[in-house]
């Protein structure tokens, strides 16, 4: 393994955790919340489905972390996904995607 690659790896496995030591411990407890609740209003109250998609780690196989945050972040225009901008910052929404990639919601 190159050295470029050991240090992309590095980042990948790194970054998720960088976005946990950012929040306290009351505040990834609201996320979880929010996950459950409001996430889970629409996505069912353990991810597999309702309104929205599953949002369980093998129908998220293949969505990097940066693109589920982009879609909290951002919602999906002509859909019933809101964007969740105005209340979460970019590491929230970061550390919510690494949730729901990791099945840590239920």
């Known amino acids: 393994m190159t050295r470029l690659t050991w240090l992309a790896l590095s980042f990948m496995v790194a970054a998720p955790l960088a976005a946990s030591d950012?929040?306290?411990?009351?505040?990834q407890r609201e996320l979880r919340n929010v996950l459950i609740q409001d996430c889970g209003s629409c996505h069912g109250l353990t991810m597999h489905g309702g309104l929205g998609p599953a949002l369980v780690p093998d129908r998220l196989a293949g969505k990097s972390i940066e693109y589920l945050s982009s879609v909290i972040l951002n919602g999906r225009p002509g859909t019933a996904m809101p964007a969740w901008r105005?209340?979460?910052?970019?590491?929230e929404?970061?550390?919510?995607?690494n949730q729901l990639l990791q099945g840590e919601v239920q």
């Open 86 to 91: 105005s209340l979460l910052s970019p590491a």
């Open 93 to 97: 929404a970061r550390w919510m995607a």
């Open 22 to 27: 950012q929040l306290s411990g009351d505040r």
